[in-house]
Nanobody, 123 residues
Framework: QVQLVESGGGLVQAGGSLRLSCAAS????????MGWFRQASGNEREFVAT????????YYSDSVKGRFTVSRDNLKNTVYLQMNGLRPEDTAVYYC????????????????WGQGTQVTVSS
């Protein structure tokens, strides 16, 4: 069992930065692949980034590649999403998720989800 709590969202101007955190509880965090997804109002939830249990493998959606960085600290049971160069189209509720096995872009492969944190980027 893994419980996830996101934080760090807020309102930022275009071009600004935010760092989201996802704190996990549960003994299996360090062996779980983690993902970040987002859902804008009126849209389906979409993949943003994923990271392997060791942190050695990461993968990003084309829309955030080069601007966002996913990382993790297994000693702190936390995964991060550093977001730079934010754009109005990045406005969404951001969710972290955990899964066993290898990282994945597929939403349905994740077993555990946080409640989400709102990110709003003004133009």
């Amino acid at each position: 069992q893994v419980q996830l709590v996101e934080s760090g969202g807020g309102l930022v101007q275009a071009g600004g930065s935010l760092r989201l955190s996802c704190a996990a509880s549960g003994r299996t965090f360090s062996s779980s692949a983690m993902g970040w997804f987002r859902q804008a109002s009126g849209n389906e939830r979409e993949f943003v980034a994923t990271i392997s249990w060791s942190g050695g493998l990461t993968y990003y959606s084309d829309s955030v590649k080069g601007r966002f960085t996913v990382s993790r600290d297994n000693l702190k049971n936390t995964v991060y999403l550093q977001m730079n160069g934010l754009r109005p189209e990045d406005t969404a509720v951001y969710y972290c998720a955990a899964k066993t096995g290898i990282p994945s872009v597929m939403e349905h492969s994740y077993n555990y989800w946080g409640q989400g944190t709102q990110v709003t980027v003004s133009s």
